[in-house]
């Protein structure tokens, strides 16, 4: 069974900065590429940050670059969210991703989320 478990949202002050973790299990963690989407309140999810499966490249939303940092530990089955600058705009629901797509298949999977909210 596959899990992918956020953690490490809350609240912040607006300019504070979060980290946050997805562990991921029950899937080859070094060849799935991984990402963060959010979603809040009334909007569609939308990308925040992917990287490929080593590590190599990474893939930023305009709203978030030069602020948000994605990195992965392969070892420990772990994909990280560095958080800078965070903005009241930043408030959402934060979801880890895990994605693989091979000739004949696809494979996409879901974290239950973990809420940010930028406030003062």
């Known amino acids: 069974q596959v899990q992918l478990v956020e953690s490490g949202g809350g609240l912040v002050q607006p300019g504070g900065s979060l980290r946050l973790s997805c562990a991921a299990s029950?899937?080859?963690?070094?060849?799935?590429?991984m990402g963060w989407y959010r979603q809040a309140p009334g909007k569609q999810r939308e990308l925040v940050a992917t990287?490929?499966?080593?590590?190599?490249?990474?893939n930023y939303g305009d709203s978030v670059k030069g602020r948000f940092t994605i990195s992965r530990d392969n070892a420990k089955n772990t994909v990280y969210l560095q958080m800078n600058s965070l903005k009241p705009e930043d408030t959402a629901v934060y979801y880890c991703?895990?994605?693989?797509?091979?000739?004949?298949?696809?494979?996409?999977?879901w974290g239950q989320g973990t809420q940010v909210t930028v406030s003062s």
């Open positions: 991703n895990a994605q693989r797509v091979v000739v004949t298949s696809a494979f996409n999977y």
């Open positions: 990287i490929t499966p080593r590590g190599g490249s990474t």
């Open positions: 029950g899937i080859i963690f070094s060849i799935y590429a």
